[in-house]
């Protein structure tokens, strides 16, 4: 199917969540990458405290020419200084020219990544990109998103789910569970990496579960993994297809949040030179994993791989991946032959495809 030749964009960002800054940085980008040929753009952002707020300045400015739009603050913060709204109507409310609407949720993390957002607009009964509330739930915590895959067969790390509550004997619990160090320890419910420790000894074990618990109530532990990091981008919603892979090569112990938006250290190879068979398993596993956690529109999945080992180990997915310049979902799109802008046109005729096919269904009896 096609989209409308004109469209109203919402891009949501900012959030309350500890990935805020990356939302941020993530939305200015999407901004300055979209046709305003094709779309009337509005900039919706979030404050740290919950406030919905229109983002007058950003969406003023895009209008008077992409170029011309002011790069984030320092803190990595779009400035969104505008009226307060209310946000069900104002993502119901249809432009002067009765354009049909679209919503960009570019909200990483926890109340944006989660299925929360999500809900919200399916009962606004708009059009949006990307996973609906249970994909979105599932792949944002990581432990029921590794109880789904290890229902598919899907193979992964050896891990523990610890709630914050249960961390007084913590590497206790990790012998009993047959993990050797180095560990692993994040948040169930993050990303970009955010609360993220390696673990060498128990010691640095209880330093890196109060980490994590700052963040969530539940806690993840993985058996640490000597191998490559390969990541792969997957696009659609009933047909989902997978774009090249593409590996990561940390500056420091592992892929942290300096890597990802500050330093720009780790190298990333794109495509990632492996054989043609070994590509061919890793985008159908990552097809595989997509559908199973009932994803839509759009994630990124990350990937271990041991060669000579267990091989592939299926890490986690990302329903609202970053958009940054740096970020890999966009960079291994435009490898497969999707630049940024068409893949933006993508995810928007896949959102409106997605809200069609479930505006279907019957509610009556």
């Known amino acids: 199917m096609t989209s409308p030749d004109r469209i109203r964009l919402v891009v949501l960002f900012g959030g ?24 009337e753009v509005e900039a919706v952002g979030i404050t740290r405290e919950g406030t919905w707020v229109r983002a007058d300045d950003a969406t003023v400015t895009l209008q008077r020419g992409t170029a011309a739009l002011p790069a984030p603050s320092g803190a990595g913060r779009l400035e ?108 169930a419910n993050l990303g970009s990496s955010v609360g993220v420790s390696r673990a060498s000894d128990p010691a640095s074990l209880v330093a890196a579960c109060a980490l994590a618990a700052e963040y969530d109530e539940w806690i ?64 159908r596993l990552a097809v595989t994993a997509f559908t199973a956690l009932r994803c839509d529109g759009m994630a990124r999945v990350d990937f271990f791989y041991e060669a000579g080992g267990r091989g592939w180990l299926v890490n986690e997915l990302n329903t609202i991946p970053g958009f940054t310049p740096i970020s890999m979902y966009p960079k291994l799109w435009a490898a497969s032959g999707l630049p940024y802008g068409e893949l933006v046109d993508e995810l928007v005729r896949l959102a409106i495809e997605r809200h069609e096919r479930r505006s279907r269904f019957a509610t009556d009896r």
């Open 220 to 283: 993840v532990v993985e058996q640490g993994v000597q191998g490559r990091e390969i990541e792969v981008a997957v696009l659609g919603n009933a047909e989902p297809r997978a774009s090249v892979p593409g590996e990561i090569r940390p500056a420091g112990d592992f892929y942290d949040y300096e890597d990802k938006y500050v330093d720009d250290a780790a190298e990333l190879l794109i495509p990632a030179d492996l054989p043609v068979d070994v590509t061919e398993e890793i985008q």
């Open 16 to 39: 309350q969540s500890a990935e805020h800054e990356v939302s941020c940085v993530s939305a200015y980008h999407l901004l300055r990458a979209v046709d305003p040929t094709r779309y």
């Open 80 to 187: 969104a200084v505008g009226a307060a709204i209310d946000p069900l109507p104002a993502l119901r409310q249809e432009s002067g020219d009765d354009l049909p609407v679209v919503v960009v949720p570019l909200l990483h993390g926890t109340r944006g990544e989660d299925g929360t957002v999500q809900g919200m607009l399916e009962l606004a009964n708009v059009p949006f990109v990307g996973s609906g509330v249970l994909g979105s739930a599932l792949c944002m915590d990581k432990l029921k998103a590794k109880d789904v895959l290890a229902a598919h067969d899907l193979p992964q790390v050896p891990w523990i789910g610890l709630r914050d509550t249960e961390l007084d004997d913590v590497a206790a619990r990790v012998d009993d569970a047959g993990l050797t160090f180095p560990l692993f320890v994040k948040p």
